[in-house]
């Protein structure tokens, strides 16, 4: 299994100069990925824009979406955004797409919420009958989820949780990926959050994750709970995905602090 690592491009007080800098250390450190989240109705870096920075600044790692919300865009632009990033990146991208589950971000962009899987299975088969070159996962945990991943995309992208979730989750990618005929298997991506220092550190990265998800309600607490913040967690973490047959498991981190990435990197490498 690879480890993977997030870009900051949600956590406050993101800049210009840390998303380069993080890339840089990124390229150069023990990860095989880098990767990003996507909100419109919250103040973040757009991923698609995040990501060519990061492409101009890095030669090895893979960038990825970790996933982009593609009915917040027209086909047309998601695709000329993929396109763009895999180019910049010389083929060293991975389109990951969902359709999230903020309605906030539909709103702001005035996307009909209600037809978002119609729009998504649309732009995949755009994607595909353009012949895009570059890798596509796929995300989410409904059943039509899982189908459209089999049917289109060339992997499986977990939104999170504990080994024994991502397991669930790999065993429902498979089933769908055999159903429809596929061979071989699907590439499995997962993903957790980390925060690495004192307790300050931890503190602002639970503070962070509870406002991120704070959509979801009770359950928000139960997320930062999940924030990684020891070596030890870290490492059993990994283990235990690793343990579930994921391919790259991606680390994104909840503070601004390009420190943390070094910080990381010791605990991993």
Same mark, same amino acid.
């Given at each position: 299994? &690879?480890?993977g690592?997030?870009?900051?491009?949600?956590?406050?007080?993101?800049?210009?100069?840390?998303?380069?800098? $993080?890339?840089?250390?990124?390229?150069?450190?023990?990860?095989?990925?880098?990767?990003?989240?996507?909100?419109?109705?919250?103040?973040?870096?757009?991923?698609?824009?995040?990501?060519?920075?990061?492409?101009?600044? +890095?030669?090895?790692?893979r960038?990825?979406?970790?996933?982009?919300?593609?009915?917040?865009r027209?086909?047309?632009?998601?695709?000329?955004?993929?396109?763009?990033?895999?180019?910049?990146?010389?083929g060293?991208?991975?389109?990951g797409l969902?359709?999230?589950? !903020?309605?906030?971000?539909? +709103?702001?962009?005035?996307?009909?919420h209600?037809?978002?899987?119609?729009?998504?299975?649309?732009?995949?088969?755009?994607? !595909?009958?353009?012949?895009?070159?570059?890798e596509?996962?796929?995300?989410?945990?409904?059943?039509?989820a899982?189908?459209?991943m089999? !049917?289109?995309?060339?992997?499986?992208?977990?939104?999170?949780?504990?080994?024994?979730?991502?397991?669930?989750?790999?065993?429902?990618?498979?089933a769908?990926?055999?159903?429809l005929?596929?061979?071989?298997?699907?590439?499995? $991506?997962?993903?957790?959050?980390?925060?690495?220092?004192?307790?300050?550190?931890a503190?602002?990265?639970?503070?962070?994750?509870?406002?991120?998800?704070?959509?979801?309600?009770?359950?928000?607490?139960? @997320?930062?709970?999940?924030?990684?913040?020891?070596?030890?967690?870290?490492?059993?973490?990994?283990?235990?995905?690793?343990? &579930?047959?994921?391919?790259?498991?991606?680390?994104?981190?909840?503070v601004?602090?390009?420190?943390? @990435?070094?910080?990381?990197?010791?605990?991993?490498?």
């Amino acid at each position: 299994m &690879e480890i993977g690592v997030g870009l900051p491009n949600t956590t406050p007080g993101a800049t210009g100069a840390l998303l380069t800098e $993080w890339a840089r250390r990124a390229d150069t450190g023990p990860f095989g990925s880098l990767a990003v989240l996507d909100r419109l109705a919250y103040d973040s870096i757009e991923p698609f824009a995040a990501l060519a920075a990061a492409a101009a600044v +890095t030669d090895r790692i893979r960038l990825a979406t970790m996933i982009a919300i593609g009915p917040l865009r027209s086909a047309a632009l998601l695709a000329k955004q993929a396109e763009s990033v895999h180019r910049l990146a010389d083929g060293r991208f991975t389109l990951g797409l969902g359709i999230g589950a !903020r309605r906030d971000d539909y +709103t702001a962009s005035g996307t009909d919420h209600r037809r978002r899987g119609a729009l998504l299975s649309e732009q995949l088969a755009r994607l !595909r009958g353009d012949d895009y070159p570059g890798e596509i996962l796929v995300g989410g945990s409904s059943g039509p989820a899982y189908a459209r991943m089999a !049917r289109y995309g060339d992997g499986y992208a977990h939104g999170g949780g504990p080994p024994r979730a991502f397991a669930s989750a790999a065993t429902r990618a498979h089933a769908a990926w055999r159903d429809l005929g596929r061979p071989g298997r699907p590439r499995q $991506w997962g993903q957790g959050y980390f925060a690495l220092g004192d307790d300050d550190t931890a503190r602002a990265g639970g503070d962070y994750l509870r406002d991120y998800y704070a959509f979801t309600g009770p359950f928000a607490e139960t @997320i930062a709970s999940a924030n990684l913040t020891s070596g030890r967690a870290i490492k059993d973490f990994v283990r235990g995905y690793a343990a &579930e047959g994921c391919e790259m498991l991606v680390l994104l981190p909840t503070v601004s602090d390009v420190d943390q @990435i070094d910080r990381l990197a010791e605990v991993i490498g």
